[in-house]
């Protein structure tokens, strides 16, 4: 299912920030999410990523404990909540669907992901 992406901006060191990844047109029900960033002059990287089901979880090592992916049926999205960022956080911070009837998987690989937003900034200031 295609997806738009929300709640970038520019925050200081040690803030926070709720990223959003919301459905164009479709339901997210059957569709694993995953939150992708890039940051200036580098490779898109994982960051966290959830199965269809809501059970299963990915979080980076470079994010785990300062962030947490959810999904919320009733307004079919998904967030991204970072807590305690830092500058090196700074990046284009992409959302990705993929379908998965079985509702277990979640994905890590690019490769994986057949829909793609066109991405949010966020940028932290030391």
């Known amino acids: 299912v295609p997806v738009v992406e929300s709640g970038g901006g520019l925050v200081q060191a040690g803030g926070s920030l709720r990223l959003s990844c919301a459905a164009s047109?479709?339901?997210?029900?059957?569709?694993?999410i995953g939150w992708f960033r890039q940051p200036p002059g580098k490779a898109r990287e994982i960051v966290a990523a959830?199965?269809?089901?809501?059970?299963?979880?990915y979080y980076a090592d470079s994010v785990k404990g300062r962030v947490t992916i959810a999904r919320d049926s009733a307004k079919n999205t998904v967030s991204l909540l970072m807590n305690s960022l830092k500058p090196e956080d700074t990046a284009v911070y992409y959302c990705?669907?993929?379908?998965?009837?079985?509702?277990?998987?979640?994905?890590?690989?690019?490769?994986?992901?057949?829909?793609w937003g066109q991405g949010t900034q966020v940028t932290v200031s030391s």
């Open positions: 990705a669907s993929t379908l998965d009837y079985t509702g277990t998987y979640y994905y890590t690989r690019e490769r994986d992901y057949n829909y």
């Open positions: 047109g479709r339901t997210f029900r059957d569709y694993t």
């Open positions: 959830v199965s269809a089901s809501g059970d299963s979880t």
